[in-house]
């Protein structure tokens, strides 16, 4: 079973949830479609979710969020993938992070990406920095809303 409780922060936050709440994802047909596009363009961004899993993601990405284009450097996707750490996708290139967070624990999972910082994207688990690597190209697009446990393109459900 697995358990994901997301907030997304940028200039808007845009979930807010009580206490003892969460959302529940099967990992096959679950997902949540907000009507708030992201931030565009290469604008700075802080992406966050409180996340419980013991699922196995090696082979099988687990989209946490995801908004934009499937265009290169339009889609920017926060998951769990290899070695069941967190990665920041953006259309094909990103981060990846060391810490695997499928122990069954709940963890506090961000990700930063602030084009005055030499287009740095960080990754965090429990406000401790995991990983972090420039991005060249990151144009995320419009048109496509801000999407929370599956992909744009309707692959990789949490």
């Known amino acids: 079973m697995k358990k994901l409780l997301t907030s997304v922060l940028a200039t808007l936050t845009l979930g807010a949830?009580?206490?003892?709440?969460?959302?529940?994802?099967?990992?096959?047909?679950?997902?949540i479609q907000t009507s708030y596009s992201g931030i565009s363009g290469d604008g700075a961004r802080t992406?966050?979710?409180?996340?419980?899993?013991?699922?196995?993601?090696?082979?099988?990405?687990?989209?946490?969020?995801?908004w934009g284009n499937t265009g290169t450097g339009e889609r920017f996707t926060f998951n769990i993938l290899q070695n069941n750490s967190l990665r920041l996708e953006v259309a094909g290139n990103g981060v990846v992070g060391t810490t695997a967070v499928n122990d069954g624990a709940w963890h506090h999972l961000a990700a930063?990406?602030?084009?005055?910082?030499?287009?740095?994207?960080?990754?965090?688990?429990?406000?401790?920095?995991?990983?972090?690597?420039k991005i060249d190209i990151v144009n995320t697009g419009s048109t496509n809303s801000v999407m929370i446990g599956r992909r744009q393109d309707d692959v990789n459900y949490f």
């Open 17 to 31: 949830f009580a206490q003892n709440t969460a959302m529940n994802f099967d990992g096959v047909d679950d997902y």
């Open 112 to 133: 930063t990406y602030n084009p005055a910082d030499d287009d740095t994207v960080r990754l965090y688990i429990d406000g401790v920095q995991d990983a972090k690597k």
């Open 47 to 66: 992406l966050e979710a409180w996340v419980r899993t013991t699922e196995d993601a090696v082979g099988n990405q687990q989209v946490i969020l995801d």
